[in-house]
């Protein structure tokens, strides 16, 4: 929001579950109040229940940027689906359209197996995607099994990926890196702000059944909610489950070689000399 306003951009969003609807407290959403002071695009226009793959959103950010670009302004894609951002710098071979009996296939084999078993096959078919996934990220292991036994004709049909040198975008890929102990400080600030604003009320509107329903705090909060656990004991699982995510995180930017890690307040001066961006436009 502070580059943003200092630069005169407009923000995009990189973040797998903030693309769906419904979900603004267990996503860490951009409030309403956010939204109007800055311009925000690819934040909560999914339905819950629908798939939303990181070939469709290399999509739906290229058309983002372009219109931002069109208007003459800036444009911060920000979030931590490292895929998603894979996607868009071009580092990644996405097929687009599926074949729907492997899909269906794929569905139901999720249902007998548990999620070491789907990420072992992608392991055996994919060992470099796999490496990238946690085994119990149970959504995107069968979406990239689903790519990597998809017949060659899909992948053909699916014609040359979009990216950002493909549309002509100057770009810089930033970590911002904190120490641990200020994370771990942020985190169980987050978890305690969640609770506080209603987490386990929208994870019951989401419901279990919902695609997006795996995204860190809504397992914990449902089974809170089957009085599987004390609310104290919520309160730990979600901080323990983010405190992995945030490592996981952190390990696959460190596996991008593009990134640059730097200090909050060193992000400014980065895009200023790389971007060549200056204070805000007229």
């Known amino acids: 929001m502070e580059l943003a306003r200092r630069f005169d951009a407009e923000i995009v969003g990189a973040d797998s579950r903030q693309v769906y609807r419904g979900m603004p407290i267990g996503t860490a959403a951009p409030t309403e109040e ?16 629908e798939r939303y793959s990181a070939a469709r959103y290399a999509n739906d950010a290229l058309d983002a940027l372009a219109d931002i670009r069109a208007r003459g302004r800036r444009a911060i894609v920000t979030g931590g689906t490292g895929f998603y951002l894979r996607a868009l710098v071009g580092g990644v071979t996405l097929a687009p359209q599926y074949d729907e009996g492997l899909r269906a296939r ?56 979009r990216t950002l040198a493909t549309e002509g975008f100057t770009w810089l890929l930033v970590f911002v890196d904190l120490p641990w102990r200020e994370i771990d400080r942020r985190i169980e600030a987050r978890t305690d702000a969640m609770l506080e604003a209603g987490l386990v009320e929208e994870a019951e509107r989401v419901g279990s059944g919902a695609v997006a329903a795996n995204a860190v705090g809504y397992p914990q909060a449902l089974a809170y909610l089957r009085g599987w656990s004390s609310r104290d004991e919520l309160r730990r699982q979600l901080n323990r489950a983010t405190r992995r995510y945030a490592r996981r995180q952190r390990a696959w930017f460190r596996s991008e070689p593009a990134t640059l890690w730097l200090d909050p307040e060193a992000v400014a001066g980065a895009a200023r000399e790389t971007l060549g961006w200056d204070t805000k436009r007229e």
């Open 34 to 49: 956010q939204t109007a002071q800055v311009r925000h695009h690819l934040v909560g226009f999914v339905d819950p229940r």
């Open 106 to 161: 794929l569905a139901r084999e999720a249902s007998l197996h548990s999620p070491e078993f789907l990420h072992d096959w992608l392991t055996m078919r994919d060992p470099v995607r796999a490496r990238d996934l946690g085994a119990n990220d149970t959504y995107r292991v069968v979406r990239a099994l689903e790519i990597a036994l998809a017949p060659p004709a899909a992948t053909l049909r699916a014609g040359a990926a």
